[in-house]
Nanobody
Framework: QVQLVESGGGLVQAGGSLRLSCVASGRAFGFYTGGWFRQTPGKEREFVAS????????YIADSMKGRFTISRDNAKNTVYLQMNSLKPEDTAVYYC?????????????????WGQGTQVTVSS
């Protein structure tokens, strides 16, 4: 009942920045916890960030703190992931996720809805 579409991925040089967007349709995004995950071939899907319904609680994975920021604009049904100081090891497919409920933090894969992913490639 909720569809998520990621955009903003691409090729960037090490040290550069990208902003990913996740737009929800079918239902307002305002009451969902939003999340970002990433995955590379041969590895498990990895938690990146989460944000609660009003943006008051945000969490970033330890290895990405200080470089990545998650935010949302409920009027636009959009969650963002700002990625700065990108490294080659950040190369992955990045997935947007959403879960219906008043959760401040969801770091597991227990989300209700998933996007199809957007490729981020960081060159050295």
């Amino acid at each position: 009942q909720v569809q998520l579409v990621e955009s903003g991925g691409g090729l960037v040089q090490a040290g550069g920045s990208l902003r990913l967007s996740c737009v929800a349709s079918g239902r307002a995004f305002g009451f969902y916890t939003g999340g970002w995950f990433r995955q590379t071939p041969g590895k498990e899907r990895e938690f990146v960030a989460s944000i609660n319904w009003n943006g008051g609680s945000t969490y970033i994975a330890d290895s990405m703190k200080g470089r990545f920021t998650i935010s949302r604009d409920n009027a636009k049904n959009t969650v963002y992931l700002q990625m700065n100081s990108l490294k080659p090891e950040d190369t992955a497919v990045y997935y947007c996720a959403a879960r219906d409920g008043p959760y401040d933090y969801i770091g597991s894969l227990t989300y209700d809805y998933w996007g199809q992913g957007t490729q981020v490639t960081v060159s050295s």
